[in-house]
Structure formats: structure tokens, C-alpha cells
């Protein structure tokens, strides 16, 4: 599985994002996926997971409310979209795909594909 991350930018605080993440390499309806994200000096963590189907989500306590999961399986693409972004938010984001786990999984180290990550920062 290859996976290419895109939409991450500069945004002031209290504005929105679209990320997007594009697969290939195999069905994309055959796996989970997940959005992770990364500040300087900081470990990486979970933001969100979506079924295969796209019919189970979870989300980080943070993300919940401000950020909504969901994923195109006809275009092969896994979408975040970020509203009420904060400074905090300011991150490296990065796509994951999970092919082997029938539940959606909040550790890193349950993914096995990874994208490039596509940087977001959020200005106050």
C-alpha cells in the first residue's frame, strides 16, 4: 500500500482544514485507516480511524467535535477535515493503513503503511 498525504497548510486559529490521503496498491475497501499527527519535540499520536467500509470512527478525545473522519472508496482517498483549529493542533499529519486488524486501533504500531505526512500550522 502506498499512501500520499496532501492539504496540510498555514491556518489561523479558528479556521479549517481538508486533509487528504490517496491510496494504491491494493483494495482500497480492504483496510482501516487512521490519521496520526506529530509535534516538534513530540511523540507521535492517534486523531482518528475509519473502518474498511467507512462505517465505524473513533477519534481522539482532542478531535472529537472539531475534526470529522471519512473516506471515498470509489477514489481510493481517506479525508480529514479539521475545523476550530488551534495552535496546538501544529503538527506533521500522516495517513495509515491497517490491513490485518478486524477493530479500528488508536497505537501506531497497529498500522503498517504509512504516508510522508503533510505539515499543518496553526497561527493565533
Known amino acids: 500500500v502506498q499512501l500520499q498525504a496532501s492539504g496540510g497548510g498555514l491556518v489561523q486559529a479558528g479556521g479549517s482544514l481538508r486533509l487528504s490521503c490517496a491510496a494504491s496498491g491494493r483494495t482500497f475497501s480492504s483496510y482501516a485507516l487512521g490519521w496520526f499527527r506529530q509535534a516538534p519535540g513530540k511523540e507521535r499520536e492517534f486523531v482518528a480511524a475509519?473502518?474498511?467500509?467507512?462505517?465505524?470512527?473513533r477519534y481522539a478525545d482532542f478531535a472529537k467535535g472539531r475534526f470529522t473522519i471519512s473516506r471515498d472508496n470509489a477514489k481510493n482517498t481517506v479525508f480529514l477535515h479539521m475545523n476550530s483549529l488551534r495552535p496546538e493542533d501544529t503538527a506533521a499529519y500522516y495517513c495509515?493503513?491497517?490491513?490485518?486488524?478486524?477493530?479500528?486501533?488508536?497505537?501506531?504500531?497497529?498500522?503498517?503503511?504509512w504516508g510522508q505526512g503533510t505539515l499543518v500550522t496553526v497561527s493565533s
Open positions: 475509519i473502518s474498511r467500509s467507512g462505517g465505524r470512527i
Open positions: 495509515a493503513a491497517d490491513t490485518e486488524s478486524l477493530n479500528l486501533q488508536t497505537r501506531s504500531y497497529e498500522y503498517e503503511y
